[in-house]
C-alpha cells in the first residue's frame, strides 16, 4: 500500500505542512548573508537586456474566467511593488522578498494555484505567471539563477497551437517556492514590471550592452499518453549562449528536462503533437 504525504490528509493537514514550511524558510532567511537589492528608480537604464509580453487572461473551456481576473489584479499588484528595481553587482533578488505575503488583507485576491497536484482557488493565485516571466528575462541574461523551482508546463493549450519553449512552468509559494537571482556581472541591471490592460510587460535592462546573447531552443517537443491514463507534455529545453559580434554559440546547457503533466482538457491536444 502506498503511503500518503501527511499534506495530502486533508485541508488542516495541508496548512499545518504549509505553516512549517513557512517558517523554516523565516529562519533560512534570517540566517543568509544574501544582500538584496533595495533601490528602485523611476528612470529606466539605457539598454534593453531582455523583453517579454504576455497576455495574463487565459479563456476557454473549463477556464474560470473570474479567477484569471483575480490573476489578472494579483499580477498588476505584485508587478507594482518590483517595478524600477536596481539590482547592483552581487545583489540577488528574491520574489518574495518583493512581492511579501499573498493575504487578503495585503490586496491579493482568489486566483488558481496548484496544491497537490491539481488546480484549485487560492488566495495570491497566478503569480506563477509573473515568476515564469522573470525566469524567461533572466534566461536570456548573464544573471546567476540561486533557486527555481518547476511545476506543470502544460496548464492551458497553446495560443493558436504555437508553443512558446519555457512559456510556463515556474512555480512560486509564499514564501518557502521562490524565485532568486544574483547579479554576478560588473554593472548593474534593472528591472521594469508593469501591465496595460490584461497584458503584462516585462524588461530586465542595464548600462551597457554584455558581449553575449542568449536564446532558448526546445527539442523533440511532443505529448504523450503514459500508462497511469494521463497526457504529458515533453521535451528539452537548453540555453544557448553567442557571441554577440559573431553569433558563434560558446555554450549550450540543458536547463530543462520536460515531463508535465496536463492540466487542461487532453482532447484540445493537437493531433500532430500526440506520440
Given amino acids: 500500500m ?12 495541508y496548512a499545518i505542512s504549509l ?13 543568509s548573508r544574501d544582500k538584496y537589492a533595495a533601490t528602485r528608480s523611476e528612470q529606466q537604464m539605457p539598454v534593453v537586456v531582455y523583453s ?14 473570474q479567477l484569471q481576473l483575480n490573476k489578472a489584479d494579483n499580477i498588476r499588484l505584485a508587478c507594482s511593488r518590483m517595478n524600477g528595481l536596481v539590482i547592483q553587482p552581487g545583489e540577488s ?17 482568489e486566483g488558481r494555484v496548484i496544491v497537490n497536484g491539481k488546480l484549485v ?11 515564469n516571466t522573470l525566469h524567461l ?21 497553446d495560443p493558436d497551437g504555437v508553443r512558446t519553449p519555457y512559456s510556463a512552468g515556474t512555480s512560486v509559494n509564499y514564501n518557502f ?9 560588473q554593472q548593474p541591471v534593472q528591472l521594469c514590471t508593469w501591465c496595460n490592460g490584461d497584458t503584462l510587460h516585462a524588461q530586465l535592462r542595464t548600462t551597457t550592452e554584455y558581449p553575449n546573447t542568449y536564446r532558448i531552443v526546445e527539442e523533440h517537443h511532443h505529448f504523450h499518453k503514459e500508462d497511469n491514463g494521463h497526457y504529458y507534455r515533453i521535451s528539452k529545453i537548453y540555453r544557448e549562449t553567442l557571441d554577440r559580434n559573431t553569433g558563434q554559440v560558446i555554450s549550450r546547457d540543458l536547463k530543462w528536462d520536460n515531463h508535465s503533466k496536463v492540466m487542461f482538457d487532453p482532447t484540445l491536444i493537437p493531433k500532430n503533437q500526440l506520440k
Fill in 52 to 65: 517579454h509580453s504576455g497576455n495574463m487572461i487565459k479563456r476557454g473551456p473549463g477556464i474560470d474566467e
Fill in 19 to 31: 505553516r512549517k514550511q513557512i517558517i523554516k524558510r523565516h529562519i533560512k532567511n534570517m540566517m
Fill in 177 to 185: 517556492v521562490d524565485f532568486r537571482f544574483r547579479n554576478d556581472t
Fill in 121 to 131: 482557488a487560492g488566495t495570491g493565485g497566478g503569480l506563477c505567471n509573473l515568476a
Fill in 137 to 157: 528575462l533572466v534566461m536570456h541574461s548573464p544573471m546567476t539563477i540561486t533557486e527555481l523551482h518547476h511545476h506543470s508546463d502544460a496548464l492551458a493549450p
Fill in 93 to 109: 533578488f528574491s520574489f518574495w522578498h518583493y512581492v511579501g505575503k499573498t493575504s487578503k488583507k495585503n490586496g491579493f485576491t
Fill in 2 to 13: 502506498k503511503r500518503r504525504n501527511f499534506c495530502s490528509l486533508g485541508p488542516w493537514a
